[in-house]
């Protein structure tokens, strides 16, 4: 612990961190986003990105309860992108123009509760009587999808656990399987861009070769997560040194969902203030740069 040793008279001012990468109850993290601000500030952090799944709604009241303490809050998102049959994620950070994230996000928030209703009248038609309120009782405010109706199945005696769920009604291939729409990585990279933020790809561990990110650097990508808690020290120095070599931008966080213990505690992973500082000027660069070069796919031209 600096100042706390004795040794150094003439200590150096404590780092500034950040924690750039946090979920909060807008999505599906414990705290709500004012109390996500007062412990990242008893935690000793300089700066917190609130990156919720797929939403950015929490970012107005974190900033609120930030103005209280004067730390800083970067508004972020995690949004799920397809690639192949996988999901992978990608964070959004310094966003500037929220709002546009939002509104492409609500048609894919209603094309998410489409795809539960028509789960159930699957379900429903196979004699398995649970309702849209089992459903919605399992996703409270956040993001509906299969974990929820899986979730209903089990409370409603349907399936013994969620492995169980899937096996037999709602993983790819079973009867009550509906595909989802969803984001491609590259819809994600523009989304991202077109809300003035910089866009990172989250936690990639093994996964973040050279060849990997440099095919999505091509695809407008403009960062990496290289700290993380699932992140092997391997994965970190690996994933650096890349970032390095492609001119990428690092990044990390705890990923914190309200973990009271281990690494994924709010700011037990975090980076250098520089970072961000970084990420933010990069940002603004291309917002100067391209400007109104890019409209979202369904956005009115008229
Ligand atoms: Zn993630
Ligand atoms: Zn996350």
Not at 43 to 62: I, Y
Not at 119 to 142: E, F, K, R, Y
Not at 150 to 163: F, S
Not at 228 to 253: F, M, N, T, V, W
């Amino acid at each position: 612990m600096s100042g706390s040793g004795g040794g150094g008279g003439s200590a150096a001012p404590p780092p500034r961190r950040a924690d750039l990468h946090t979920h909060s109850t807008a999505s599906d993290g414990a705290a709500s986003p004012a109390c996500l601000v007062e412990k990242a500030c008893a935690a000793g952090l300089t700066a917190v990105a609130l990156t919720d799944h797929d939403t950015v709604s929490g970012v107005a009241a974190a900033r609120v309860a930030a103005a209280q303490v004067g730390i800083e809050v970067i508004a972020g998102v995690e949004l799920s992108a397809v690639e192949d049959d996988g999901e992978v994620h990608i964070l959004g950070l310094h966003l500037t123009a929220a709002e546009t994230v939002e509104s492409a996000l609500e048609a894919l928030r209603e094309a998410r509760v489409r795809r539960a209703v028509t789960m159930l009248a699957i379900l429903n038609a196979l004699g398995v009587p649970i309702t849209m309120d089992d459903i919605m009782a399992q996703a409270g405010s956040a993001a509906i999808g299969r974990p929820h109706v899986a979730r209903a199945l089990i409370t409603r005696g349907w399936a013994k656990d969620e492995r169980d769920a899937f096996d037999r009604f709602l993983g790819a291939g079973r009867p009550a399987y509906v595909a989802k729409q969803r984001l491609t990585i590259a819809d994600a990279i523009r989304l991202i861009h077109d809300a003035g933020g910089v866009a990172v790809l989250a936690h990639p561990g093994r996964q973040g070769t050279l060849a990997r990110l440099k095919a999505l650097r091509s695809a407008g990508l403009d960062g990496v997560e290289v700290r993380h808690p699932s992140h092997s020290a391997e994965d970190e120095a690996r994933l650096g040194a890349i970032a390095d070599a492609l001119s990428l931008l690092p990044s990390g966080g705890s990923d914190w969902h309200g973990a009271t213990d281990g690494l994924r505690v709010l700011g037990a992973v975090s980076v250098p203030v520089e970072w961000s500082e970084r990420q933010a000027l990069r940002a603004r660069r291309r917002q100067q740069t391209e400007s109104g070069q890019w409209s979202l796919p369904g956005a009115s031209h008229s």
